[in-house]
């Protein structure tokens, strides 16, 4: 069973940082391209960064500069580094795997940024 799970979420001032992690099993994630996603109350989700089987990266506009992207194979293990965070960045935020046999996403972290 396909299973994606986030963590790293929570509080944050503005101005701070927050490292999510995402935790992949149950297949090999390894050859396949994921994603982190964001979903903010009454929005539509939107993608934040994406990377590919051998690291390469792209990011959303308003991210890009602050938001970094990596993963780690041999854990099966996707990150997204996050700083500057402003208030409007509040969001739920899923990761997503693209795999042969379908795409998959985790349940969610609730990320707040608020002073």
């Known amino acids: 069973q396909v299973q994606l799970v986030e963590s790293g979420g929570g509080l944050v001032q503005p101005g701070g940082s927050l490292r999510l992690s995402c935790a992949a099993s149950?297949?090999?994630?390894?050859?396949?391209?994921m994603a982190w996603y964001r979903q903010a109350p009454e929005k539509q989700r939107e993608l934040v960064s994406a990377?590919?089987?051998?690291?390469?990266?792209n990011y959303a506009y308003s991210v890009a500069g602050r938001f970094t992207i990596s993963r780690d194979n041999a854990k099966n293990t996707m990150f997204l580094q996050k700083n500057n965070l402003k208030p409007e960045e509040t969001a739920v935020y899923y990761c997503?795997?693209?795999?042969?046999?379908?795409?998959?996403w985790g349940q969610g972290t609730q990320v707040t940024v608020s002073s």
């Open positions: 997503k795997a693209n795999l042969r046999i379908g795409t998959y």
């Open positions: 149950g297949s090999i994630f390894t050859n396949y391209p």
């Open positions: 990377i590919t089987s051998i690291g390469s990266t």
